[in-house]
């Protein structure tokens, strides 16, 4: 099994930034997709971020210029920058890992428990 932890979340003014952390522990492949999911009331779920293990990054138009995700291998951790936060940022936020499990051999997902990015005057 895989666990995912996340940390990072709160409540920020307009303009400001925050940086979300996600920790995976277990059963985690070299091999692996990881990223970022939010979900905001009444809207759908929306992927923002993903990066491959090789590093290549893909990022939701809504994003594009203020978030940046990136990963520490050695760490098994992957982080979220988030820069120039708007109230339309606001969501929970859930990091995700994605692999090929060569001991049940299919590709799993795993998701953390989610953190609450509030963006408000």
């Known amino acids: 099994q895989v666990q995912l932890v996340e940390s990072g979340g709160g409540l920020v003014q307009p303009g400001g930034s925050l940086r979300l952390s996600c920790a995976a522990s277990?059963?985690?492949?070299?091999?692996?997709?990881v990223g970022w999911y939010r979900h905001a009331p009444g809207k759908q779920r929306e992927l923002v971020a993903a990066?491959?293990?090789?590093?290549?990054?893909n990022y939701a138009d809504s994003v594009k210029g203020r978030f940046t995700s990136s990963r520490d291998n050695a760490k098994n951790t992957v982080y979220l920058q988030m820069n120039s936060l708007k109230p339309e940022d606001t969501a929970v936020y859930y990091c995700?890992?994605?692999?090929?499990?060569?001991?049940?051999?299919?590709?799993?997902?795993?998701w953390g428990q989610g953190t609450q990015v509030t963006v408000s005057s």
């Open positions: 995700y890992l994605e692999q090929w499990d060569t001991i049940v051999r299919r590709t799993t997902r795993h």
């Open positions: 277990g059963r985690v492949f070299s091999l692996n997709t």
């Open positions: 990066v491959t293990s090789g590093g290549s990054t």
